[in-house]
């Protein structure tokens, strides 16, 4: 309580009569952490009260109150202040018609006295959520998701009855618009407690609820390499993502200044969407051949066609659905560099196109692929091991990649082919100055002189199959 007693609002009128501090802001101050905005309940009619906090803050009210449900905001430079009406005939009766019990409390801002009228400050010492009442994922069943988002970063865990509730429910999901479902999930995806959040909500059957498309990943065994069915091993690829991305800097100091230029702490949150949906195309391209190995061709292409589907329910912005669909579509890349690197058929041109067809997301798929084969089993077999030293390599002459990218421009253009070799302007220009480029980029090609003499010699070589 001692957090309370100094709260001293310069924007509210003196005295502040039936004015409330309830929802986020109070519980964030009862948890020792620093609220973003305030949520105000007032006794009464809000419009004149909204202007009043407006003037004095020097904000402007914005009206975003919808049917039956009034709401103002005042945007100062300060803070965001969130003003709705007291519902019920009582600040007691507003309170139990909240979700959780620590969302549940309102501070008197004259009286300076909390009204905690569900257990919400006991519950906060105890690091518990509970529902407010047996039926608050009735009148709202986005509140599914959302009890699992304030697990995630509060370090919280869902009482029993809380949980059990949830799984009773967990069919309503169906009924809350995408884009609610996920602005909680990329809450939980933004913090460090995912997986384990992930793994709560599929033993409640929530996660499934949200993601029917992984219904068919539990018990869809895999081959002699994978130790777990494809919903395990998209769960444990989470874990692994997560944790590589906590200690990237530590496990691979030399990679820290490339993981920055690409991004890869940005890319977090939907790295780990993708980690749990990498696979979902799996089951339906699950082949056993005549000697009993199995297989799944194509699917990775198959599960980005899923994932785009999901993407679209959910109201990812297009930005978000490229990022997952690039990571789903390219996450087997970089085996079969690996493949290649030990069938002693790797070269150069082979990292170059990789890097140059993933664009900025090449580093975050190596850092994915990374915790896919780190999640097949309970230990990491030798031939993993070589893989995860390979996408070291591999992140390595990315950061090369892109050093060049960045200092070097290209060799030659349309002009050269024309004035130096001849050539007749054609769509064949592009194709070959996109192979000079590539050559650049991985180190073969470094001057103007080199670039026309290798045009040259592929001019010859390709000659013969274009006269054929």
């Known amino acids: ?67 039956g449900f009034p709401l103002f905001r005042v945007v100062s430079p300060t803070t965001t202040i969130d003003i709705t009406p007291m519902t019920g005939k009582s600040i ?10 620590f969302n549940a409390m309102a501070y008197d801002l004259k009286a300076k006295h909390l009204i905690d009228c569900t257990g919400g400050l006991a519950d906060i010492r105890r690091k518990v959520i509970r529902m407010v009442s047996p039926d608050a994922f009735v009148h709202d069943p986005a509140r599914l998701v959302r009890a699992y988002r304030f697990a995630a970063e509060l370090d919280f865990a869902l009482a029993d009855a809380t949980g059990e509730a949830i799984a009773d429910h967990r069919h309503r999901i169906e009924t809350v618009a995408g884009e609610r479902i996920w602005a909680e999930l990329i809450k939980i ?48 690829a989470v ?25 890869l702490p940005d890319h977090a949150p939907l790295l780990k969407y993708s980690a749990l949906l990498h696979d979902v195309g799996k089951p339906a391209t699950r082949r056993i051949e005549t000697n009993g190995r199995v297989r799944f061709p194509g699917h990775a292409a198959k599960s980005a066609l899923i994932v785009q589907t999901i993407n679209r329910r959910l109201r990812l912005s297009r930005h978000q659905d ?9 996450h087997i890349r970089p085996l079969f560099l690996f493949i290649a690197w030990q069938n002693g058929t790797l070269g150069p041109n082979g990292k170059t196109r990789f890097f140059n067809r993933c664009g900025p997301l090449a580093l975050p798929i190596v850092v994915h692929a990374m915790a ?17 030293r390979f996408c070291h390599r591999l992140a390595v002459a990315h950061g090369i990649f892109q050093d060049r990218q960045a200092t070097t421009k290209p060799l030659i253009n349309g002009y050269d082919l024309m004035n130096e070799l001849g050539l007749a302007p054609s769509p064949r220009f592009k194709q070959i100055l996109s192979k000079v480029d590539e050559q650049r980029l991985c180190g073969t090609l470094s001057s103007r002189e080199q670039a026309l003499g290798w045009v040259r010699a592929y001019l ?9």
């Open 1 to 67: 309580m001692d957090q309370l007693t100094d709260i001293r609002f310069d924007f509210l009128p003196d005295p502040p009569d039936g004015i409330y501090l309830v929802g986020g802001a109070l519980r964030d101050m009862l948890t020792g952490r620093t609220p973003l905005d305030i949520d105000l309940v007032v006794r009464g009619e809000i419009t004149a009260m909204a202007a009043k906090i407006a003037e004095l803050t020097g904000g402007r009210p914005i009206d975003l109150g919808k049917k």
């Open 92 to 101: 007691e009766a507003d309170l139990q018609a909240r979700d959780f019990t």
């Open 189 to 236: 995806l933004n913090t460090s407690r995912c997986a384990a959040t992930f793994r709560r909500m599929a033993a409640s059957g929530l996660l499934t609820a949200i993601f029917p498309e992984l219904e068919p990943s539990i018990g869809c065994t895999q081959n002699r390499h994978h130790r777990f069915d494809v919903f395990e091993h998209s769960l444990r």
């Open 239 to 263: 874990h692994y993502l997560e944790t590589l991305l906590a200690n990237f800097d530590r496990r691979f100091p030399d990679l820290a200044a490339v993981a920055r230029k690409a991004g």
């Open 322 to 330: 490229k990022i997952a669909e690039t990571v789903i579509r390219h």
């Open 372 to 388: 896919d084969i780190m999640a097949k089993g309970k230990t990491l077999e030798n031939r993993d091991s070589d893989f995860i």
């Open 460 to 468: 010859k070589r390709s000659r013969p199959h274009a006269d054929a």
